[in-house]
């Protein structure tokens, strides 16, 4: 298993998921996006951060990189994707996933712990994990995942929504919603399975000193590789 | 090739929630005006250069759906500014 870490400009994230791929002991390379080529590559994680500054909106210039196309054609093929924050923002841009995200409802950049249930194991990602809680950072603006009332409900009846905000107790409150997002929304997965897209950061709960290790139960499933 | 320039209006489409807009609503509000509704969007200027008003009708056109907007979230206008150099 070898995963291709994609570096945009003003993407802030990648070292953080080496370190996690480090720590899981998962060979791992960080990609710059101009040369990216995903061939020879087992997974691709698109990270946080603000790719071109978040201008004009956030992921909207990343998706125009050449590695849009990179992940398009490995996404079709089946490789695990895996984009989280800005990451998730992008694939959506780019049309890997469906819908959009927008400014949180608040206004306010949220910088938090959020719980979340796994609503989909049909992911390289969630695998096993169906009905679990995991407890993971945000750090965002804009992670309100909006779309029209079509969309929402293919992507619901499809299965396509992996993780939802809810409080400690596994209830999708309005409280437990860090931003707005529809239907507490936090992560959706392709129809396929194989891309997946959050807000939240695995990457950064990966160690106790970290202050949670949720994360790592996503992350160290890559160490198998798999085919959806 | 004369110029043009396109100014194209971007605003969150009207099922989408505008929070930056609901929230200088309520700004005008504490000002003390009767406000009923606000929606806020961009307003995107670009000088370009086309063969004739037909085709920079288009490749604003092309802008617009590309990148410029979100057809997601977003709808958008175009005006477009006669060739400064006719």
Not at chain 1, 37 to 56: C, E, K, T
Not at chain 1, 77 to 87: A, H, K, V
Not at chain 1, 193 to 204: A, F, S, T, Y
Request: hydrophobic letters at 45%; glycine letters at 10%; one cysteine or more.
């Amino acid at each position: 298993m070898k995963v291709a870490i994609l570096l945009y400009p003003g993407t802030w994230s990648e070292r953080d998921f080496a370190h996690a791929f480090t720590l899981l002991d998962i060979e791992h390379e960080i990609v710059w996006h101009a040369d990216a080529d995903l061939h020879g590559f087992d997974a691709a994680i698109v990270p946080g951060g603000f790719s071109y500054g978040d201008h004009l909106r956030a992921g909207a210039i990343a998706k125009l990189s050449p590695a849009t196309r990179e992940l398009q054609r490995a996404a079709a093929e089946g490789m695990p994707i895996l984009g989280s924050c800005n990451g998730f923002q992008i694939l959506c841009e780019a049309g890997l996933l469906p819908g959009a995200l927008v400014r949180n409802t608040h206004l306010e950049f949220r910088c938090d712990w959020v719980h979340m249930r796994v609503e989909s194991d049909a992911t390289p990602f969630t695998r096993g994990l169906g009905g679990e809680l995991l407890r993971m950072p945000i750090a965002h603006g804009e992670g309100c995942w909006v779309a029209d009332d079509e969309t929402l409900a293919r992507v619901e009846s499809a299965g396509q929504v992996a993780l939802r905000y809810v409080d400690e107790r596994g209830a999708a409150t309005l409280e437990a919603n860090p931003n707005g997002s529809t239907a507490n929304i936090a992560g959706l997965r392709n129809e396929a399975g194989n891309v997946l897209g959050l807000m939240p950061h695995p990457e950064r709960c990966i160690e106790d000193l970290l202050g949670g290790t949720d994360g790592r139960r996503m992350l160290e499933l890559l160490r198998e590789p798999v085919s959806v | 090739m004369p110029d043009f320039t396109a100014t194209i209006h971007v605003r969150p489409k009207g099922e989408v929630r505008d929070p930056q807009g609901e929230a200088v609503a309520g700004a005008l509000r504490a000002l003390g005006f009767e406000v009923a509704d606000v929606r806020t969007g961009k307003e995107i200027v670009v000088r370009f250069s086309a063969a004739d008003e037909a085709a920079a009708r288009e490749a604003a056109r092309t802008m617009g759906d590309q990148l410029l907007a979100n057809p997601v979230i977003e709808d958008y206008t175009i005006e477009l500014g006669a060739p400064a150099s006719a």
